[in-house]
């Protein structure tokens, strides 16, 4: 999946979750260089603070004199985002890694729990202590990587409270969200790269359980 096409998703699910600017919705979360190109006019481009704004964007902003103005002006503007715990085994350490230094930088609290290193380890492992924490309260969100993501989703699942699902696309992440209030997000450190795993972590992160009718469906969930 190129570049232009995981922008085009994830704008098109936070412009569904969040709004933007001129639509009566919150500043932007996502800016990629679409939303530069419609701003040239306006001269202006109003971001939620800690937006991620793709490489592009920047680029064109430059190129057009466009300025990324933060809504808000305070930290009371910007609440704490919450935790999100990590974990992997050697198949997803790697990507795991990137997107722990990728939530760091977009102000996302990131509990490490492993493993550090290529040597082999157990999947289940990594899987039961990110499902733990988030069962726990040590975090609100846990993200796994394995080779494919589908035996940490199985071990993540066995926690009570936890609603793990395969990161397999960006509509399966959104639906896992908005209609299952998934709270541990599973990917395969072989079967994608470091953009399309950010792109379905933002999307995770950033979408709302929509409540109401599936609110009572995910408590049945719970039901044995």
């Not at 494919?148 to 397999?168: E, T």
Request: with cysteine.
């Amino acid at each position: 999946m190129d570049r232009g096409r995981i922008e085009s998703l994830v704008r098109a699910v936070l412009r569904k979750n969040l709004g933007a600017p001129g639509d009566g919705g919150p500043a932007l979360a996502f800016v990629s260089e679409r939303e530069v190109m419609d701003a040239r006019a306006a001269g202006t481009l109003i971001v939620a603070p800690g937006a991620t704004v793709t490489p592009l964007a920047r680029d064109a902003a430059a190129s057009y004199g466009v300025t990324f103005v933060e809504a808000g002006n305070g930290e009371s503007d910007s609440p704490r985002k919450p935790v999100v715990a990590l974990g992997a085994d050697h198949g997803g350490v790697v990507l795991k890694d990137g997107l722990k230094a990728y939530l760091e930088r977009e102000g996302w609290p990131a509990l490490d729990l492993g493993t550090h290193g290529e040597e082999p380890v157990d999947y289940p492992d990594f899987a039961h202590k990110v499902a733990g924490a988030v069962a726990r309260g040590e975090a609100t969100f846990g993200i796994v990587v394995d080779g494919v993501g589908v035996g940490s989703c199985m071990a993540a699942n066995r926690h009570a409270g936890v609603r793990a699902a395969l990161g397999a696309g960006i509509l399966e992440v959104t639906n896992a969200r908005e209609h299952n209030d998934a709270n541990v997000l599973c990917l395969g450190g072989r079967t994608m790269g470091d953009l399309q795993a950010r792109a379905m972590v933002t999307v995770f992160l950033m979408t709302e359980h929509a409540g109401g009718r599936h609110a009572r469906r995910v408590r049945k969930i719970e039901t044995a």
